[in-house]
């Protein structure tokens, strides 16, 4: 009798339905396992790249300048090209997990071997950029100023007098001058390169409208024995003067004393730095017959104040314009240690002078050629 069964196949959920389902939760397992491992994978391989300080393979700061207008691709290679990162795509991995790919920021920048590479990200995102001290010293005219701009930052000097002349540009700063010289305060200030030009000398020439506003507030003009009050322009090429006369602070307030005195009186200045600053290319060497040569800055040839300001001058040139020393000095002579010797007499002006002063064929305080008159 045959078998009824014999040549039937087993059904389908017989001996082989445990095994396939095996093989089903096993590849489960295994996707479930990869679906955990290789974001937190992922996210390690992120983070440590996050935390690790590149600058480790330098010693020093790396100053790294980027151009405006350079994308993040541009900038990843300028950075990679001074060797402050190594080129890597978790730099853009980073950076767009950290949401700034498009917000990186054009500029100099300083970065310490200390920073990690979410540091750097960071610092170009809120374009912390480097600044630079810019120090402009007491008595700079305005073309050592340009030259000093053009030496330590890149500027075009010739660029730079153009604008500090610029009468339009002279008006939205509030002031009526013809240039900006002597109103160019000297201080250190804090440039950062790529900065506007323009924006650099807004910042002298507010400072200097804060020191200023200062020292007018206090000023009561002695107007006493023909004396006059002065205008703020007036102050300032007063104190241009008493800057490039002297650089001991003690005296400054008789040097300015001296010529208000001399205007009261209606005396010329013969102030040997007003004629060196109207004498272009001036040798270092100033003659008598550079007295003689009339310009709008020889006050041994011209009644009254020169041109304009002959220099930038600081806070202690300006207080003593509107603080002089109550003293009836005219003239006065330098002396071998650099300080002067003040005299209210030309007779005791003239002893001065043969006593300090061996020299010939100098003018004015010099050798006493000046303030004679």
């Not at 996210?43 to 700061?61: D, E, I, M, T």
């Not at 700079?140 to 339009?168: E, H, P």
């Not at 009561?220 to 090429?237: R, W």
């Not at 002089?324 to 002579?333: I, M, R």
Request: cysteine-free; glycine content about 8%.
């Amino acid at each position: 009798m045959k078998d009824e069964n014999q040549g039937k196949q087993a059904p389908k959920d017989g001996p082989q339905a445990p095994s396939r389902l095996r093989r089903h939760l096993r590849n489960w397992l295994i996707l479930s396992v990869l679906a955990l491992v290789l974001p937190a994978g992922g996210r390690w391989w992120l983070s440590s790249y996050a935390s690790f300080v590149p600058g480790k393979s330098f010693a020093v700061p790396m100053i790294v300048y980027i151009p405006a207008g350079t994308g993040f691709a541009g900038i990843k290679q300028t950075l990679v090209e001074h060797e402050v990162i190594r080129d890597d795509p978790r730099f853009y991995l980073l950076a767009k997990s950290m949401g700034v790919v498009g917000k990186m920021q054009a500029g100099e920048y300083l970065f310490p071997p200390a920073l990690s590479h979410r540091e750097i990200i960071e610092k170009l995102a809120k374009g912390d950029v480097y600044y630079r001290p810019l120090t402009i010293p007491e008595g700079f005219n305005i073309l050592q100023v340009g030259n000093l701009l053009a030496a330590d930052f890149g500027f075009d000097a010739n660029l730079f007098l153009r604008q500090v002349r610029d009468r339009k540009f002279i008006k939205t700063l509030g002031l009526e001058a013809p240039s900006l010289e002597g109103y160019l305060y000297p201080d250190t200030y804090f440039v950062t390169r790529g900065q506007g030009l323009e924006a650099v000398i807004s910042m002298m020439v507010l400072r200097f409208q804060r020191v200023a506003s200062e020292i007018v507030r206090q000023y009561q003009p002695d107007t006493s024995s023909g004396g006059q009050a002065l205008s703020l322009h007036e102050i300032v090429i007063l104190a241009s003067i008493v800057e490039k006369e002297t650089a001991v602070a003690a005296e400054r307030p008789l040097v300015a004393a001296v010529y208000l005195n001399r205007l009261k009186k209606s005396m010329r200045l013969q102030a040997d730095p007003t004629v060196i600053y109207g004498i272009s290319g001036f040798s270092g060497n100033l003659t008598r017959q550079d007295l003689l040569t009339p310009s709008p800055y020889n006050t041994y040839e011209k009644n009254g104040l020169p041109a304009g300001p002959i220099a930038n001058p600081g806070r202690e040139s300006l207080a003593a314009v509107v603080h002089p020393a109550e003293v009836d000095y005219l003239y006065f002579v330098a002396k071998n240690d650099g300080t002067h010797h003040f005299s209210s007499s030309l007779p005791e002006h003239n002893r001065a002078v043969s006593r300090f002063q061996k020299q010939e064929n100098v003018s004015g305080n010099e050798a006493g050629l000046g303030k004679n008159q």
